[in-house]
Protein backbone atom coordinates (compact mmCIF):
# COMPACT_ATOMS: atom_id res chain seq x y z
CA UNK A 1 0.00 0.00 0.00
CA UNK A 2 1.35 3.85 -1.02
CA UNK A 3 1.97 5.60 2.09
CA UNK A 4 4.01 8.44 3.39
CA UNK A 5 4.88 8.78 6.67
CA UNK A 6 6.56 12.21 8.44
CA UNK A 7 8.97 12.54 11.48
CA UNK A 8 8.83 14.34 14.38
CA UNK A 9 5.22 14.98 14.87
CA UNK A 10 5.93 18.00 16.47
CA UNK A 11 9.68 20.02 16.68
CA UNK A 12 10.28 22.68 18.43
CA UNK A 13 13.11 24.98 18.19
CA UNK A 14 15.00 27.67 19.57
CA UNK A 15 15.83 30.78 16.97
CA UNK A 16 18.64 30.01 15.24
CA UNK A 17 18.77 25.74 16.09
CA UNK A 18 19.40 23.85 13.21
CA UNK A 19 17.17 20.81 12.54
CA UNK A 20 15.50 17.98 10.11
CA UNK A 21 12.39 16.83 9.13
CA UNK A 22 11.74 13.45 7.93
CA UNK A 23 9.69 12.34 5.24
CA UNK A 24 9.86 8.32 4.86
CA UNK A 25 7.58 6.66 1.41
CA UNK A 26 6.47 3.47 0.00
CA UNK A 27 5.31 3.82 -3.33
CA UNK A 28 5.97 1.57 -6.18
CA UNK A 29 7.42 3.42 -8.66
CA UNK A 30 8.43 7.21 -7.27
CA UNK A 31 7.45 9.84 -9.65
CA UNK A 32 8.81 13.17 -7.58
CA UNK A 33 8.15 14.35 -3.87
CA UNK A 34 6.91 17.12 -2.60
CA UNK A 35 7.19 19.45 0.16
CA UNK A 36 4.27 22.10 1.40
CA UNK A 37 4.26 24.41 3.94
CA UNK A 38 0.72 25.06 5.51
CA UNK A 39 0.29 28.24 7.83
CA UNK A 40 -2.70 27.86 10.29
CA UNK A 41 -6.05 28.66 8.14
CA UNK A 42 -4.34 28.59 5.06
CA UNK A 43 -3.85 26.01 1.74
CA UNK A 44 -0.41 24.54 1.60
CA UNK A 45 2.38 26.57 0.00
CA UNK A 46 4.34 24.98 -2.48
CA UNK A 47 8.24 24.41 -1.52
CA UNK A 48 9.72 22.17 -3.70
CA UNK A 49 9.92 19.59 -6.19
CA UNK A 50 12.34 16.52 -5.69
CA UNK A 51 12.41 13.88 -8.69
CA UNK A 52 15.56 11.89 -7.97
CA UNK A 53 18.18 10.28 -5.22
CA UNK A 54 21.00 12.71 -4.57
CA UNK A 55 19.08 16.10 -5.83
CA UNK A 56 18.85 18.65 -3.60
CA UNK A 57 16.88 21.95 -3.51
CA UNK A 58 17.42 25.49 -1.22
CA UNK A 59 15.03 28.42 -0.73
CA UNK A 60 16.01 30.93 1.95
CA UNK A 61 17.11 28.38 5.74
CA UNK A 62 15.25 25.39 4.09
CA UNK A 63 17.05 22.62 2.35
CA UNK A 64 15.15 19.59 0.49
CA UNK A 65 17.33 16.13 -0.17
CA UNK A 66 16.16 13.18 -1.47
CA UNK A 67 17.04 9.41 -0.79
CA UNK A 68 15.56 6.35 -2.56
CA UNK A 69 13.41 5.78 0.56
CA UNK A 70 12.64 9.12 2.07
CA UNK A 71 13.10 12.93 1.91
CA UNK A 72 14.80 15.52 4.82
CA UNK A 73 14.27 19.27 4.79
CA UNK A 74 16.62 21.08 6.71
CA UNK A 75 16.60 24.15 8.11
CA UNK A 76 19.09 26.32 9.10
CA UNK A 77 19.08 29.40 11.45
CA UNK A 78 15.36 29.30 12.07
CA UNK A 79 13.21 32.03 12.59
CA UNK A 80 9.90 32.22 14.26
CA UNK A 81 8.48 33.29 10.68
CA UNK A 82 9.42 29.40 9.52
CA UNK A 83 7.20 28.09 12.60
CA UNK A 84 4.17 26.38 9.68
CA UNK A 85 3.37 22.48 9.46
CA UNK A 86 5.55 20.90 6.71
CA UNK A 87 3.99 18.63 4.78
CA UNK A 88 5.38 16.39 1.94
CA UNK A 89 3.42 14.33 -0.38
CA UNK A 90 4.58 12.02 -3.47
CA UNK A 91 2.09 10.57 -6.66
CA UNK A 92 1.10 7.54 -6.16
CA UNK A 93 1.34 4.58 -9.73
CA UNK A 94 -2.57 5.86 -10.21
CA UNK A 95 -1.14 9.66 -10.15
CA UNK A 96 -3.11 10.84 -7.15
CA UNK A 97 -1.28 12.60 -4.92
CA UNK A 98 -0.71 11.21 -1.13
CA UNK A 99 0.37 13.67 1.74
CA UNK A 100 1.87 12.86 4.49
CA UNK A 101 0.86 13.62 8.02
CA UNK A 102 2.88 16.63 8.52
CA UNK A 103 5.56 18.39 10.96
CA UNK A 104 4.24 20.55 13.24
CA UNK A 105 7.09 23.61 13.87
CA UNK A 106 7.37 26.35 16.34
CA UNK A 107 10.28 28.03 16.22
CA UNK A 108 11.05 30.18 19.98
CA UNK A 109 12.52 33.92 19.90
CA UNK B 1 -2.04 34.81 -13.41
CA UNK B 2 -4.85 33.89 -10.60
CA UNK B 3 -3.71 30.92 -8.27
CA UNK B 4 -6.74 28.65 -7.73
CA UNK B 5 -9.49 29.87 -6.68
CA UNK B 6 -12.07 28.32 -4.33
CA UNK B 7 -15.53 30.03 -3.24
CA UNK B 8 -17.02 30.08 -0.95
CA UNK B 9 -14.31 30.43 1.65
CA UNK B 10 -16.79 29.62 4.57
CA UNK B 11 -20.18 27.51 4.25
CA UNK B 12 -22.78 27.48 6.88
CA UNK B 13 -24.87 24.78 6.28
CA UNK B 14 -27.91 23.17 8.68
CA UNK B 15 -28.13 19.09 8.80
CA UNK B 16 -29.35 17.92 5.64
CA UNK B 17 -29.14 20.46 3.32
CA UNK B 18 -26.55 20.59 -0.04
CA UNK B 19 -23.37 21.87 0.00
CA UNK B 20 -21.35 23.35 -2.86
CA UNK B 21 -18.08 23.69 -3.23
CA UNK B 22 -16.32 25.43 -6.19
CA UNK B 23 -12.67 25.01 -7.24
CA UNK B 24 -11.47 26.99 -10.50
CA UNK B 25 -8.06 25.86 -11.39
CA UNK B 26 -4.69 28.37 -12.34
CA UNK B 27 -4.69 28.84 -16.13
CA UNK B 28 -3.25 25.71 -18.25
CA UNK B 29 -4.09 23.20 -15.68
CA UNK B 30 -6.52 20.35 -16.64
CA UNK B 31 -5.39 18.35 -13.01
CA UNK B 32 -7.48 18.99 -9.97
CA UNK B 33 -7.80 17.08 -6.78
CA UNK B 34 -10.00 17.83 -3.58
CA UNK B 35 -8.79 16.87 0.23
CA UNK B 36 -10.60 17.27 3.27
CA UNK B 37 -9.05 18.46 6.37
CA UNK B 38 -10.23 18.13 9.90
CA UNK B 39 -8.53 20.31 12.33
CA UNK B 40 -5.57 19.64 13.66
CA UNK B 41 -5.43 16.45 11.22
CA UNK B 42 -3.34 16.28 7.97
CA UNK B 43 -4.87 16.23 4.65
CA UNK B 44 -7.05 13.13 3.20
CA UNK B 45 -7.23 12.80 -0.61
CA UNK B 46 -10.89 12.61 -2.01
CA UNK B 47 -10.89 12.71 -5.56
CA UNK B 48 -8.82 13.10 -8.78
CA UNK B 49 -10.34 14.76 -11.82
CA UNK B 50 -8.96 15.80 -15.39
CA UNK B 51 -11.47 17.72 -17.54
CA UNK B 52 -14.80 16.26 -18.07
CA UNK B 53 -13.35 12.69 -16.11
CA UNK B 54 -12.94 11.27 -12.67
CA UNK B 55 -10.11 10.07 -12.63
CA UNK B 56 -9.79 8.02 -9.42
CA UNK B 57 -12.38 9.12 -6.06
CA UNK B 58 -11.60 6.12 -3.93
CA UNK B 59 -11.13 8.64 -1.42
CA UNK B 60 -14.54 10.32 -1.27
CA UNK B 61 -17.75 8.43 0.57
CA UNK B 62 -19.37 6.56 -1.66
CA UNK B 63 -22.54 8.14 -0.70
CA UNK B 64 -23.72 12.08 -0.65
CA UNK B 65 -20.04 13.19 -1.81
CA UNK B 66 -19.66 13.80 -5.85
CA UNK B 67 -17.55 15.76 -7.86
CA UNK B 68 -17.22 16.98 -11.38
CA UNK B 69 -14.38 18.98 -13.64
CA UNK B 70 -16.83 19.54 -16.65
CA UNK B 71 -15.29 21.14 -19.84
CA UNK B 72 -16.23 24.24 -19.15
CA UNK B 73 -16.37 26.03 -16.08
CA UNK B 74 -14.84 25.50 -12.12
CA UNK B 75 -14.80 22.23 -10.86
CA UNK B 76 -17.56 21.32 -8.32
CA UNK B 77 -17.76 19.55 -4.59
CA UNK B 78 -21.44 18.58 -4.05
CA UNK B 79 -22.17 17.18 -0.52
CA UNK B 80 -25.70 15.79 -0.38
CA UNK B 81 -27.39 15.49 3.24
CA UNK B 82 -24.60 17.26 5.51
CA UNK B 83 -24.22 15.84 8.56
CA UNK B 84 -22.37 17.09 11.87
CA UNK B 85 -19.04 15.05 10.64
CA UNK B 86 -19.06 16.42 7.27
CA UNK B 87 -17.20 19.64 8.80
CA UNK B 88 -14.34 20.18 7.71
CA UNK B 89 -12.05 22.24 6.04
CA UNK B 90 -11.84 21.10 1.63
CA UNK B 91 -8.89 21.96 -0.38
CA UNK B 92 -9.13 22.06 -3.79
CA UNK B 93 -5.29 22.04 -6.01
CA UNK B 94 -4.47 21.63 -9.36
CA UNK B 95 -1.58 20.83 -11.55
CA UNK B 96 -0.12 21.19 -14.79
CA UNK B 97 0.79 17.43 -15.45
CA UNK B 98 0.34 14.23 -13.30
CA UNK B 99 4.43 14.88 -12.12
CA UNK B 100 4.53 18.59 -11.88
CA UNK B 101 3.42 20.32 -8.52
CA UNK B 102 0.34 20.83 -7.57
CA UNK B 103 -1.10 24.42 -6.21
CA UNK B 104 -3.53 24.87 -3.72
CA UNK B 105 -6.41 27.13 -2.80
CA UNK B 106 -7.45 28.77 0.31
CA UNK B 107 -9.86 26.41 1.06
CA UNK B 108 -13.62 26.52 1.97
CA UNK B 109 -15.11 25.82 5.45
CA UNK B 110 -17.68 24.42 6.13
CA UNK B 111 -19.55 24.05 9.33
CA UNK B 112 -23.13 21.89 9.52
CA UNK B 113 -24.90 23.34 12.11
Known amino acids: EDQVTQSPEALRLQEGESSSLNCSYT??????LFWYRQDPGKGPEFLFTLYSAGEEKEKERLKATLTKKESFLHITAPKPEDSATYLC??????????FGPGTSLSVIP | NAGVMQNPRHLVRRRGQEARLRCSPMKGHSHVYWYRQLPEEGLKFMVYLQKENIIDESGMPKERFSAEFPKEGPSILRIQQVVRGDSAAYFC???????????FGQGTRLTVV
Open chain 1, 27 to 32: VSGLRG
Open chain 1, 89 to 98: AVPTSYDKVI
Open chain 2, 93 to 103: ASSLTTRTEAF
